[in-house]
């Protein structure tokens, strides 16, 4: 059962079609750190900062090393000596817990006329397996303070066994300690060490940033890119646009002024993968829709079929939106009479087209007045038939249908055209369960999806860039203006309506 039941699957999990259980590969950890490279780089370099600043606050700490050696008093046989060196391992290591012992550290800080709790602090004591030596090591803020303390320790050692061994005074003991080595002042401190500090405060703030990022693109919810799209669904992606906004006038493409830029090329793109998406059985029909609201699914349908009418074709766009109709408004046309108003049969079909542009070769039709019942009339035998007339008539009719998730009238749309088309606003970013869920109610219905639709994101034009290679003298030539594509008059009537198709 998953953590998130929202979101099944996220960028970190494996692709779409894959398994289920197969766990995060180390390439999807890369495209992670890619992704999220802000966690990455604002952990490390503060981890690196904190620890650099905290290593140069510290004051110096000195170490200094006293050895002594650990010795079998006398002589005898072969066996003899190999019994005495095991004693001897043996021993040591007692004599090394001895060093921490108050007999052993309270002359230390008597001779040195320091505390015996700083003593304690300063002191350790190792004996290297194999050996017969133990290692005095003493640390101090001061350099020759350390070195003290390293020898008057390992003197006060020797003075403490020779002690134990011989209570009494008299006698010989078996073993002997010798200073081997006496403790040298230190010409540089142990610690801090601010490279090597900061460089561990920049590993763990990297770690620390992976993690922030492995945990925010888990919490995550929302679609912001391609490779979101691609953990939900193996269909295509067929073109990606810009993200147009209804209050900055740019809401239609004008083919005149932007016949060479990025923005209409990349809906002739879009065209272009839709004629070709199946060569064996031609989109006569198109549903255009969304999974929510303002995702930019209206504006895709209206240039779609714009350029899609520069191409030659006869192409109708027919607003199928019956909830927040706005073909009508973007295009400045009446929108009284309509589909509704075909489907009520208060008028014929051809009476309900509107011509569109100079060229006469696309032409709307509005949504007409909005029903109480905009589901049962997609749904209805009306609006089958309806669909197969326009087909007859036009190479190319466009729906622009509502969003999936608030409503069933895409997918009853979609299910009677011959194609389905998914606009995702990656401004707008749906969640991950919107989409999924749009597109199972696609699936639910039979309708046939044959791609997306990429709107908005950082990457809207960037990625079309490179077809923006015409000059300003070539522009010039063309006589581009930024003007709109223009009217082709008031709402059409009759045959009138046809030969403007």
């Keep these: ?40 780089s604002i952990g490390s370099v503060v981890g690196a900062s904190l620890a650099f600043g ?14 002594v050696f650990v010795s079998v008093v006398g002589e005898g046989s072969a066996g003899d000596l190999a019994q005495g060196s095991t004693f001897t391992e043996r021993r040591v290591t007692s004599y090394g817990d001895l060093v921490s012992t108050s007999r052993v550290l309270e002359s230390v800080a008597k001779d040195l006329d320091i505390s015996l709790a700083e003593v304690r ?30 020898n008057a320790t390992a003197d006060s050692l020797v003075k403490t066994v020779n002690a134990i061994e011989r209570p009494d005074g008299k006698g010989k003991s078996q073993l002997r300690l010798t200073v081997v080595q006496k403790a040298e002042q230190p010409q540089a401190p142990v610690s801090p060490k601010p490279v090597r500090d900061a460089a561990l405060g920049f590993g763990f703030g990297l770690v620390v940033g992976l993690l922030a990022a492995v945990a925010r693109e888990r919490l995550n919810t929302r679609v912001r890119g391609e490779e979101d799209i691609a953990h939900i669904t193996t269909l295509p ?22 016949s060479f830029s ?38 895709t349908a209206i240039n779609l079929a714009m350029v899609c009418a520069q191409g030659g074709s006869r192409v109708l766009l027919v607003d199928a939106d019956l909830r927040r109709p706005r073909v009508a408004h973007y295009l400045g046309l009446e929108d009284a009479v309509g589909l509704t108003t075909v489907l009520a049969g208060r008028v014929e079909v051809a009476d309900a087209i509107q011509p569109w542009g100079a060229d006469g070769h696309l032409s709307i039709m509005a949504s007409g007045l909005i029903p109480p019942n905009p589901s049962e009339l997609l749904a209805s035998e009306s609006m089958r038939c309806l669909i197969a007339v326009l087909e007859r008539e036009f190479d190319l009719v466009i729906f622009d249908a509502p969003p999936l998730v608030p409503v069933t009238d895409p997918a009853v749309l979609g299910s009677e055209t011959s194609a389905v088309c998914l606009v995702v606003g990656l401004d707008e970013s749906p969640r991950y369960s919107q989409l999924r869920g749009a597109l199972a109610a696609l699936q639910s219905v039979g309708a046939r999806t044959v791609g997306l639709t990429v709107n908005g994101g950082k990457k809207g034009l960037d990625a079309q860039a490179y077809y923006d290679y015409s000059s300003r003298s070539e522009r010039r030539s063309a006589g581009a203006k930024p003007s709109r594509l223009k009217r082709g008059g008031h709402r059409g009537r009759g045959k009138a309506a046809r030969q403007g198709a």
């Design 262 to 299: 990025a923005r209409a090329e990349s809906y002739r793109q879009l065209r272009t993968n839709l004629l070709f998406t199946s060569p064996d059985e031609r989109v006569r029909s198109l549903t255009v829709t969304s999974s929510i609201p303002g995702e930019g699914k209206s504006t």
């Design 121 to 150: 602090a300063a002191v350790t004591a190792t004996t290297p397996q194999g050996s017969v030596l133990v290692v005095i090591a003493a640390k101090h803020h001061g350099a020759g303070r350390a070195a003290a303390i390293a």
């Design 1 to 40: 059962m998953s953590l998130y039941p929202e979101r099944e699957r996220s960028p970190l999990d494996a692709p779409a079609g894959a398994s289920s259980g197969a766990p995060a590969t180390l390439w999807s950890y890369l495209r992670l750190a890619r992704r999220r490279w802000l966690f990455l």
């Design 54 to 67: 905290w290593s140069i606050r510290q004051e110096p700490v000195y170490q200094a090393q006293a050895e």
């Design 237 to 258: 992606i067929l073109g990606r646009t810009q993200q147009a906004k209804s209050d900055s006038g740019e809401v239609l493409l004008s083919l005149e002024g932007e």
